[in-house]
């Protein structure tokens, strides 16, 4: 009888592991590769260090006024001495402990909304709490809180008014569009089919154009409809196109013997798609619909065509200054910066929330 004797598998050839292989087989495996490996390498050569240089080397951090920039490097002076206008806009000064409570307090419902939100009630509880704190503390009127007229709600705060709001009532919306767009019943099917398609066909600057100007001659005279209030009801109802798309190619990914499993536990239309389907397909849809919400969030700079004073704006407006006449790169770099830090965020998160809710059988 034959014995068999175990052995211990061989470490890997030192040719086929580390930094060195992987940069040849990556990077430096055919000519072609080769070629781009070294554009792209001359490329960040010619950018990075000069960019380095200007905004840190040779930039200028500390002082108050234009006279303590000097040399050719970056004046982040003029940064910090219009912060609170990048963030703020033209809200009150000594109001923006008001704004700054409201920022605190989306850490705090997250930590409420994660570990005290057991039940989906809880939940819906403290989602829809913060939003309406939140506009009692920015917009004043109660408590004894002064009234802020919404033309001084401006710079950072007012891109994340804006954007948060699009983004949470559209989703709703965006879920009867596309169940809409579904239904067998032919009116509610067409009257969704051409909202989507109108809405989707008009770029967002006409639509805001058209709220914000065509809007008002509808109603009777003497009535004053808020512009940041017309600005979100547009940016709402684009944006709930956009993600009744998003959700529909969910839908249409879910298999038939999902709706087959559902009918033959005789649950009625709502039950079915709300408890079955909806849940599955909302999975399917995640990076689709994080995307749509990253690319509404960068589009929320075309309020300022409409005379509303977002993250963008304030750039423009501060580098009018006559004090600080030439010092809107420095803006444009640190607003770069900020986009990036939100939409990069979002998109990470939207990661932890498909590994989460990620139940496929491995």
Avoid at 39 to 47: D, K, P, Q, R, S
Avoid at 106 to 127: D, E, P, R
Avoid at 307 to 313: K, V
Wanted: neutral net charge.
């Amino acid at each position: 009888m034959a014995i068999y004797e175990q052995k211990n598998a061989r470490p890997a050839p030192s040719s086929t592991k580390g930094i060195v292989h992987w940069i040849f087989r990556n990077l430096l495996s055919t000519p072609l590769d080769v070629a781009m490996t070294f554009t792209v390498l001359a490329f960040l050569f010619w950018v990075i260090p000069p960019f380095i240089n200007w905004s840190i080397i040779e930039a200028n951090f500390i002082g108050t006024t234009r006279a303590d920039c000097t040399g050719n490097g970056a004046c982040w002076v003029f940064i910090s001495q219009k912060i609170n206008m990048f963030i703020y806009g033209f809200y009150p000064e000594e109001e923006i402990y008001r704004v700054n409570i409201v920022f605190a307090l989306f850490f705090v419902f997250i930590v409420l909304f994660k570990y005290f939100g057991n039940s989906f009630i809880t939940k819906i509880l403290i989602f829809s709490a913060y939003p309406v704190i939140s506009f009692m503390l920015i917009s004043g009127g109660s408590f004894g809180l002064p009234v802020i007229d919404t033309n001084n709600w401006g710079g950072l705060m007012l891109t994340l008014v804006v954007a948060a709001t699009g983004i949470v009532v559209a989703f709703p919306i965006g879920i009867v569009l596309a169940f809409g767009r579904q239904s067998k019943l032919p009116v509610i099917r067409n009257v969704s089919i051409v909202y989507i398609e109108f809405i989707r066909g008009v770029p967002l600057i006409t639509l805001l154009f058209m709220g914000s100007v065509i809007l008002p001659l509808f109603f009777r005279e003497g009535i004053d409809f808020d512009k940041l209030l017309r600005a979100l009801i547009v940016i709402t109802l684009f944006q709930a196109a956009y993600i009744a798309e998003v959700i529909r190619g969910g839908l249409q990914a879910i298999p038939k013997g999902q709706y087959e499993a559902a009918d033959s536990l005789g649950l009625s239309y709502w039950q079915k798609m709300l408890l079955v389907i909806l849940p599955q397909a909302l999975k399917v849809s995640i990076p689709n619909l994080v995307g749509a919400s990253i690319a509404l969030f960068k589009d929320t700079t075309l309020v300022l065509i409409i005379g509303l004073f977002d993250l963008l704006a304030m750039v423009h407006l501060t580098g009018s200054d006559s004090n600080w006449l030439g010092y809107d790169t420095e803006g444009y770099v640190f607003i770069t910066f900020i986009y990036w830090f939100f939409c990069f965020a979002l998109s990470k998160y939207s990661k932890v929330i498909e590994a989460k809710y990620n139940t496929d059988h491995r």
